[in-house]
């Protein structure tokens, strides 16, 4: 559902906005005095938001690999049973969902992977992989919280979320880090920190970081060996050390946790080589694990789409499903684009793989995004929230308005995410 208030007159007229050269550049000869007021003067009650995310941290993480830090953390704040991801549950439509409060077919990123029939090209479709839009934004089609923050007269700042390095609608957070696989964890809390200790009129109110250590230790060891308590305990660490050092700042900061999607284990034993599905090469294929996604290359015909459809349907075998456009409209992955023209789903522990001889990974995602081992993590304490709660399951598209409710910002562009569950948690001020 769609829900978003109106910007106040002050402020929309503060957001008036030239566009310049192609760029976006707000005109500060619109802004009234009473609205420079507004956004100028001190104010003790503002709220500021760290919002971390864990990649593929479940919901169960906790308990199960004995997150003491996390857990009393959440003891002093909120926690929810488990928090729904998006489908597919996969880490980029996820992430982008988590701060656009909008499902993929909304905001672009429908995979990690796929491809375009909008955009051809000499061999097919234009492809998008993990991190394309830093060279190419259009790819998304949303307002991330990040600028949804900068377009109200405030800071934000990323260090490595996804895609928080594209210049989404021509912008930019005003302090965000280019990916790099070699950046150190502790250096993003250092930094963190260093954001929150700025003056006033440099500091982000809003924070993005990402860590991504359990889900690639999940990929290869699954969801219950010892290297991937490991590597919870070691996140968990950092995540109580930020906590500490939050709590020693004379500011009001909420520090949120959450994670794009759960993790199960991938039976080795179970798994379908695309290659043999023989699908002819008048379609495109983009496999990612737990979905197949066919496209129909130009001047195939409708009649020939559905007949490769049937054919699959046929050599599935309770092994996958060929999903209908009943069940695409129940996943909110109408056929698009971008979702392609045919997408074979599979349940764990089964899996794809792109031929016979490729890499098994021995845990894995992206899988129906109601099942129990997709749940995702939420942990949020702070002024803004309550204490001791603990929230029934809910979607992760809640996360976007209530940030912003959080931080006091206006949501002025349609979102799917509907504050419910979420508002429970919240303090009665923030209300």
């Not at 490595?160 to 150190?184: M, N, Q, V």
């Not at 008048?282 to 979905?291: C, D, K, M, P, T």
Request: a negative charge; one cysteine or more; aromatic letters at 10%.
């Amino acid at each position: 559902m769609f829900k978003f208030r109106a910007m106040s007159t002050s402020i929309f007229t503060f957001l008036t906005c030239l566009v310049v050269g192609g760029h976006l550049q707000a005109s500060a000869l619109s802004l009234p005095s009473s609205a420079k007021s507004e956004l100028s003067s001190p104010d003790s009650s503002q709220q500021h938001v760290v919002m971390i995310s864990l990649d593929g941290f479940r919901h169960d993480y906790i308990e199960l690999h004995k997150a003491k830090h996390l857990a009393k953390i959440a003891k002093e704040g909120v926690r929810a049973k488990s928090m729904t991801p998006v489908y597919p549950a996969n880490t980029f439509p996820n992430h982008i969902s988590l701060v656009t409060g909008l499902h993929p077919k909304n905001h672009g990123i429908v995979n990690n992977r796929f491809f375009d029939k909008s955009r051809p090209t000499k061999d097919g479709y234009a492809h998008y992989k993990m991190g394309s839009g830093q060279s190419d934004s259009t790819w998304i089609t949303a307002t991330p919280l990040w600028n949804l923050v900068e377009l109200n007269g405030l800071k934000a700042a990323t260090f490595f979320w996804p895609e928080s390095d594209a210049r989404i609608g021509g912008a930019l957070p005003t302090y965000h880090f280019h990916y790099s696989k070699y950046a150190d964890y502790q250096q993003r809390v250092d930094q963190i920190i260093q954001w929150l200790s700025m003056p006033e009129v440099s500091r982000p109110r809003f924070i993005a970081g990402y860590f991504s250590l359990t889900d690639t230790v999940g990929h290869d060891e699954g969801p219950y060996s010892e290297r991937t308590t490991a590597a919870v305990q070691r996140v968990d660490e950092l995540i109580g050390q930020l906590y500490e050092r939050i709590q020693a700042l004379d500011i009001n900061v909420n520090l949120v946790v959450v994670s794009d999607h759960g993790m199960t284990n991938v039976d080795a034993e179970q798994v379908i080589a695309v290659s043999t599905l023989s699908i002819p090469d008048h379609f495109l294929v983009e496999s990612e694990g737990a979905q197949v996604h066919i496209y129909a290359r130009e001047k195939v015909s409708e009649e020939d789409i559905a007949g490769e459809s049937s054919r699959l349907s046929s050599i599935a075998k309770g092994r996958f499903i060929v999903l209908t456009d009943k069940q695409r409209q129940e996943r909110y992955f109408e056929k698009n684009s971008r979702t392609g023209d045919i997408v074979l789903e599979i349940a764990p522990p089964s899996r794809f793989i792109d031929t016979p001889s490729g890499h098994i990974s021995k845990g894995g995602h992206g899988y129906l995004n109601t099942l129990d081992d997709m749940g995702a993590t939420f942990v949020a304490t702070g002024p803004a929230f309550k204490k001791g709660i603990m929230l029934p399951t809910f979607s992760n598209l809640e996360v976007y308005p209530a940030m912003a409710e959080v931080i006091g910002i206006d949501v002025f562009t349609p979102v799917d995410g509907e504050l419910k569950v979420l508002s429970e948690a919240l303090a009665e001020k923030q209300l």
